[in-house]
């Protein structure tokens, strides 16, 4: 399947197309489609494509993950190397990564995708090539799945709790099973949203404060209101309520994504302040 793409996404992907260059950053938000849209551009450079991400038992990518590339990228084949979520790149791999930057491997396209590029080294940015991996319109979205969706899915509601973004919007109309999952998530979210201090512990202790559960959390809680302060036009003081509990959101969001901290010391709190 073809990714959907924001006209200026389809734009400066075009452009780097016409003249590559041997490093370029996807940045956008989770869910928005960057890994795929990296395995497209391997396609369209006619290349072999190498997935460098974190190991499951580890929070980061290793420096010994990116040794493997000196010899990898010396074979001289055209080769595209991904490296998923590079914010996780730890810092000495960032610094061994940067000196394949500096002296680029011949027939060798660098694709990074993150959604915190402010994470990685100045000096890793100013060498790549930006791409936003932007939201594309809800028409675009809708016609992509028209014809594949599955009958069990609702295609109007999962545009409002995808976010609108293309990676989670297809892949969730295309798989009934993640589709389901991604509903009972949505009515986690809800109960923890509507729940007493008590009843949003219990949620939390019930899910052992998981990483990635927390993090989903966090994203429906934040579709949920966002959608709530869009039906709350008319009324200033409840609007007031949702921009700070939104607020509140971004930050917990921020304190596990970026300060990379305990999810347990972070939803305890949100917990207790949410309103």
């Not at 402010?118 to 890793?124: A, F, R």
């Given at each position: 399947?073809q990714?959907v793409?924001?006209q200026?996404?389809k734009?400066?992907?075009?452009?780097?197309?016409?003249?590559?260059s041997?490093?370029?950053?996807?940045?956008?938000?989770?869910?928005?489609?960057?890994?795929?849209?990296?395995?497209?551009?391997?396609?369209?450079?006619?290349?072999?494509?190498?997935v460098?991400?974190s190991?499951?038992?580890?929070?980061?990518?290793?420096?010994?993950?990116?040794?493997?590339?000196?010899?990898?990228?010396?074979?001289?084949?055209?080769l595209?190397?991904?490296?998923?979520?590079s914010q996780e790149?730890g810092?000495?791999?960032?610094?061994?990564?940067?000196?394949?930057?500096?002296?680029?491997?011949?027939?060798?396209?660098?694709?990074?995708?993150?959604?915190?590029?402010e994470?990685?080294?100045?000096?890793?940015?100013?060498?790549?090539?930006?791409v936003?991996?932007?939201?594309?319109?809800?028409e675009a979205l809708?016609?992509?799945?028209?014809?594949?969706?599955?009958?069990?899915v609702?295609?109007?509601?999962?545009?409002i709790?995808?976010?609108?973004?293309?990676?989670?919007?297809?892949?969730?109309?295309?798989?009934?099973?993640?589709?389901?999952?991604?509903?009972?998530g949505?009515?986690?979210?809800?109960?923890?949203y509507?729940?007493?201090?008590y009843?949003?512990?219990?949620?939390?202790?019930?899910?052992?404060?998981?990483k990635?559960?927390?993090?989903?959390?966090?994203?429906?809680?934040?579709?949920?209101?966002?959608t709530?302060?869009?039906?709350?036009?008319?009324?200033?003081?409840?609007?007031?309520?949702?921009?700070?509990?939104?607020?509140l959101?971004?930050?917990?969001?921020?304190?596990?994504?970026?300060?990379?901290g305990?999810?347990?010391?972070?939803?305890?709190?949100?917990?207790?302040?949410?309103?």
């Amino acid at each position: 399947m073809q990714p959907v793409f924001h006209q200026r996404t389809k734009l400066q992907l075009e452009t780097f197309l016409k003249k590559p260059s041997h490093a370029v950053l996807l940045t956008g938000k989770e869910g928005s489609g960057k890994l795929f849209t990296a395995k497209w551009l391997a396609s369209k450079l006619e290349a072999e494509y190498f997935v460098i991400e974190s190991p499951e038992e580890k929070s980061v990518i290793t420096i010994d993950q990116i040794r493997e590339l000196y010899s990898l990228t010396r074979t001289g084949n055209n080769l595209v190397v991904i490296i998923k979520d590079s914010q996780e790149l730890g810092r000495e791999a960032q610094n061994a990564f940067l000196k394949l930057l500096e002296e680029p491997p011949k027939n060798t396209t660098f694709v990074l995708t993150a959604p915190q590029p402010e994470m990685l080294l100045s000096t890793i940015r100013s060498r790549t090539q930006l791409v936003e991996v932007l939201v594309p319109s809800k028409e675009a979205l809708k016609s992509a799945v028209k014809e594949t969706a599955n009958a069990g899915v609702n295609i109007e509601s999962l545009l409002i709790t995808s976010d609108g973004l293309a990676g989670t919007y297809i892949s969730l109309a295309n798989d009934l099973v993640k589709y389901q999952s991604h509903q009972e998530g949505i009515e986690i979210a809800k109960k923890f949203y509507s729940g007493s201090v008590y009843q949003r512990h219990m949620l939390c202790i019930e899910h052992k404060y998981e990483k990635a559960w927390s993090q989903q959390l966090l994203t429906f809680l934040a579709i949920i209101i966002q959608t709530l302060i869009k039906q709350s036009a008319g009324s200033t003081t409840t609007q007031t309520k949702l921009i700070a509990q939104a607020e509140l959101l971004e930050t917990t969001s921020r304190n596990l994504l970026l300060i990379n901290g305990n999810p347990k010391i972070h939803l305890t709190r949100l917990c207790e302040q949410l309103g």
